[in-house]
């Protein structure tokens, strides 16, 4: 999804590199780098709140629409986010 942004012309990647440095430079950082992905996560988050793209309430909302479409499809099933069983399906 980064690379996709990026691509679309959404930030620079000096300004993915900055966001991503100063994520992983936090205090906590795990020292044998497992918790990279949250880093890489926060950093884009970060980013496309500062750009304006998507705010970290609608960016919350969404992966919480998300995690309830999981829960709610059988196994072996894609994912969809209309599964989310507090869609509005009217």
Known sequence: MT???HDK???SW???AQALSAEVKKPGAAADGHDYYE???AALESLLASKGLAAKADVDAMAEA???AAHATPHG???LLENDPRVDRR
């Open 3 to 5: 690379v996709a942004l």
């Open 14 to 16: 000096s300004e993915w």
């Open 9 to 11: 012309g959404l930030f």
């Open 77 to 79: 099933k894609p994912i």
């Open 39 to 41: 880093h890489w996560l």
């Open 66 to 68: 998300w995690e309830r």
